[in-house]
């Protein structure tokens, strides 16, 4: 699998440019908001085949179109497992600091709440193609108890994965 593949994705249309690509054995692993793509990285370095979607690649999931563009993405390459480490910035654990300090964080909260829906949706969606998920954010995110994100992770059927970050006390 060409390193390239994820970044030539960025102004085209993804499907075409991933039927371009070696993944003719499938794809194995789909990381989405995934930074520089340490974990795809690694899943490469084992022999595995994997792309990387997120900002760092070109891809804003705050859009529309690229929402879009990554649930096409996942029917058409149906990856055996989809590994999101979505924002937390709006759910961290200095939003309650900032809100006793008089900050407004609606904005960012809303992008935080999209952010979570895009997850959710992209989570349901890899659950019916009969792949695995792992959904990543530190332990201490308030996306953990915001009550839609909560309520349908507790419904969640087997082979969805919480791996939570944990973070050293200070």
Known sequence: FKQKTAYEIRNCDWSSDVCSSDLSRGCDFLEVWGGVGRTSKAVREQGGTALVVGLAWGHDLGLARDRARLEDLLRLIKPR???????????????????????DLEARQREGRRHLKTTLSAARLQQTLGGDVTL????????????????ELERAPHGIQLASTSVPPV
């Open 136 to 151: 990543e954010n530190p332990l201490t995110s308030l996306a953990w108890r915001e009550p839609a994100f909560k309520s």
């Open 81 to 103: 497992h989809l590994f999101m480490a979505f924002p937390c910035t709006a759910f961290c654990c200095w939003v309650r600091l900032n809100r006793a300090q008089g900050c």
